[in-house]
């Protein structure tokens, strides 16, 4: 996966576990970076059970885990975002919003990992939705603020 494309899903989800109270931490990319470079060297290590907080704090697999969604979206069924591909783009600054194709595309990606949880017992259906998901991620330009920084004085 390109790890800008993996920061921008760690900051969409980490915004929105603050926005529903269920966390404090957006890291930077620096500090992302830092912390996956040490997860990669866990791994390499074999030292797997000391991946689990680590795999919290960098919200790895937070949409594409459908059984780790599932038991979210229990706890948040009532979250407003969850209303449409708009209400989900609150979470954005207006900024990123207007560097989307469209308004609710961001919104329409991240809702779409929704489905997964509903269709874990219907194979193709659920295949079907990842190539969908893929198509989606494709056509989403990086957006957050972090990647149109420009130097200044």
């Known amino acids: 996966m390109d790890p800008y494309r993996e920061y921008q899903d760690y900051v969409v989800a980490s915004r929105l576990l603050v926005a529903l109270g269920l966390s404090r931490e957006v890291l930077s990319l620096a500090q992302y970076a830092r912390l996956r470079l040490k997860r990669m060297e866990l791994v390499q290590k074999g030292w797997f059970g000391r991946l689990e907080s680590l795999d919290e704090r960098l919200r790895y697999g937070f949409f594409s885990n459908p059984l780790k969604l599932k038991e979210f979206l229990k706890r948040t069924a009532h979250a407003p975002f969850w209303a449409s591909p708009l209400a989900f783009e ?3 600054f207006p900024e990123e919003q207007a560097r ?3 308004p609710g595309q961001a ?3 991240y809702l779409g990992w929704l489905r997964l949880p509903h269709l874990l017992r219907d194979p193709l ?3 079907e939705a990842l190539r969908e998901q893929e198509a989606r991620a494709q056509a989403l330009p ?3 603020n972090a990647f149109h920084r420009v130097p200044g004085p």
Do not use: P
Request: net charge negative; proline share 0%.
């Open 107 to 109: 919104g329409e990606y």
């Open 142 to 144: 990086l957006f957050l």
């Open 90 to 92: 609150a979470l954005l």
């Open 100 to 102: 989307l194709t469209y």
């Open 125 to 127: 259906a659920f295949e």
